[in-house]
């Protein structure tokens, strides 16, 4: 057995969030080292929907043009809307709208620089892993963690080589699981999951037919499939040839994975693409079928000692809405800036306690808004007409850009106006005559964003971030500062005025805010960078 150097921070587990980390950690100088047990990224398309809050967080790493270029993200490009029809070639019974749920298409410019991306998630995953390979980020693949123990000064991994068996250990100063549902790490620190399973089984079967006629000039995210033979979904992989159509297995059908596989084979499963499509003699070549459970559950805690749980190890939520893989996103950016500051002596180790405490009050509220839109899909013979917003349930964009960190009350806040704890808003901004937003300020070192009467505050902020130790970026909004406020609403959509200041935090939270100077503008600055740092 041999001892590798330590490294700063080990990821366990190489698919979407594992390798989010990774990008965002390496992006602000962590080194880091990525462990997967499988011998090479995952070359199935799973899922495919970046929501706009993450588009966000992946365009300020400067990935957006490339994720736009994605050969799924250009065959899905006007993809929109559900719809419910008999079949694919057969009766439509109309659009599923709910007052909840914003389109694809829909306009979001008021509210975000960017939208929507449909791409197969292994497209995402190599343009992740590319990115953070150029970032400094370190992959080992065929890599599986035995075990981890840890102690005052780190954690110890003991990790076997898929290829050969043999056994190495690494040192790290901290770890984050990111290795899935079933995470083997959350088990071992003996974390339960807290919620429940059995909100519907399915079969994805993966398939390769000529539909472009049947489709026609219809460009739907997916189409809900209702007749006598199946139920399910078909979701278009390239609106033409490549397609899954999720089925759903009713308490008749078996019940382990293996024996749904059993009972489904390829030529039943070609039938059921038939029945879905509408057309008897298609011909179909089913590419792979994979059994799977919406389930609803949240890791009681996500942070054990140096250890920290993300993604699918830390909550799973039933797909309805997307929000799954987008939750899992954002727990890494959230945790990432972080660990960067304590890395870097900028921030007390306590700082990294409130990634529970802001992540997992966010995550249990996004579960029960997913499970909300699982129950409430639509039944056979239902039509699009719009109904009341059922009890419970947020709008999309409220949980897209509505969560608020706080110790207590209500996660979610339809309009947060520069509220400490939530998302800081985006304002389209001029510099130099070119059109930006706000939101491309954050990403980097903490900024304080001034009005067009900054008085005290560039001074007071040069002189609070010296004290501490610690970067502060200025940009004066309006006025004689470099970004000029077309529109004039900078201070009203930040909750402040033409004199006053706004802290944001470097993964574009708001921290801390004031409406005007007061005459200790220094000395009040230095208190609020300090409690941003835990300090």
């Keep these: 057995m041999t001892e590798q150097p330590r490294v700063p921070v080990l990821v366990v587990g190489g698919s979407l969030v594992g390798l989010s980390t990774a990008l965002f950690l390496a992006q602000r100088g962590v080194p880091c080292l990525v462990l997967e047990r499988r011998a090479g990224l995952f070359a199935h398309p799973r899922t495919r929907g970046v929501n706009p809050r993450s588009m966000e967080l992946l365009r300020a790493a400067g990935l957006e043009p490339e994720l736009r270029s994605l050969p799924s993200a250009r065959a899905l490009a006007r993809n929109s809307g559900l719809r419910l029809a008999r079949s694919l070639a057969g009766q439509e019974l109309g659009a599923f709208r709910e007052e909840y749920y914003r389109e694809v298409s829909s306009d979001l410019s008021a509210l975000s620089p960017t939208t929507w991306c449909l791409c197969h998630q292994n497209e995402l995953e190599g343009v992740l892993h590319r990115a953070a390979a150029r970032a400094g980020a370190e992959f080992r693949f065929g890599s599986e963690v035995v075990s981890c123990t840890q102690d005052t000064d780190g954690v110890t991994a003991l990790v076997r080589d898929s290829a050969d068996g043999t056994t190495s250990k690494l040192r790290a100063r901290y770890l984050v699981a990111a290795d899935g549902a079933r995470s083997g790490l959350r088990r071992r620190l003996g974390i339960p999951f807290e919620g429940t399973g059995g909100l519907g089984r399915f079969l994805a079967v993966r398939f390769r037919a000529d539909l472009a006629a049947e489709l026609g000039e219809r460009r739907f995210v997916m ?5 006598d033979r199946v139920r399910g979904a078909l979701i278009p992989l390239d609106n033409a040839s490549e397609w899954r159509l999720d089925v759903i297995l009713g308490p008749d059908d078996p019940g382990t994975p293996g024996e749904v ?3 489904f084979p390829p030529e039943r499963c070609v039938e059921l693409v038939r029945a879905a499509s509408g057309v008897p003699g298609l011909s179909v070549r089913v590419l792979d079928t994979v059994p799977w459970e919406a389930a609803a559950k949240v890791a009681r805690r996500f942070r054990a000692g140096r250890v920290f749980l993300v993604g699918d190890a830390a909550h799973v939520m039933p ?5 799954g893989s987008n939750s899992g996103i954002q727990d890494a950016h959230c945790l990432a800036w972080k660990l960067a500051a304590v890395l870097a002596g900028q921030a007390s180790p306590g700082l990294l306690d409130r990634y529970d405490a802001e992540r997992r009050p966010v995550a249990a509220a996004t579960v029960r808004q997913a499970v909300l839109r699982q129950r409430d899909r639509p039944r056979r013979g239902e039509r699009g007409a719009r109904r009341i917003l059922p009890p419970g349930l947020v709008e999309d964009v409220t949980v897209w850009f509505g969560w608020h960190y706080t110790a207590g009350g209500d996660v979610w806040v339809s309009d947060p106006r520069g509220l400490p704890g939530t998302r800081a808003p985006h304002v389209p901004l001029l510099r130099d005559g070119a059109r930006c937003s706000t939101l491309e300020l954050f990403g980097g070192d903490p900024v304080l964003l001034t ?13 609070a971030a010296r004290r501490l130790g610690v970067p502060l970026q200025v940009h004066g909004i309006g006025g004689d500062g470099a970004y000029e406020d077309p529109e004039g609403v900078w201070a009203k959509a930040y909750g402040t005025t033409g004199g006053g200041a706004v802290l944001v935090r470097p993964d574009g939270v708001v921290a801390w805010r004031a409406s005007g100077a007061p005459d200790d503008a220094e000395d009040v600055l230095h208190a609020a960078l300090a409690r941003m740092f835990g300090r």
């Design 451 to 463: 009005g067009p009467r900054p008085g005290p505050w560039p001074r007071a902020a040069w002189g």
């Design 261 to 263: 596989l059993a009972a």
């Design 319 to 323: 797909p309805s809405g997307a929000f």
């Design 223 to 227: 189409c809900y499939t209702f007749n």
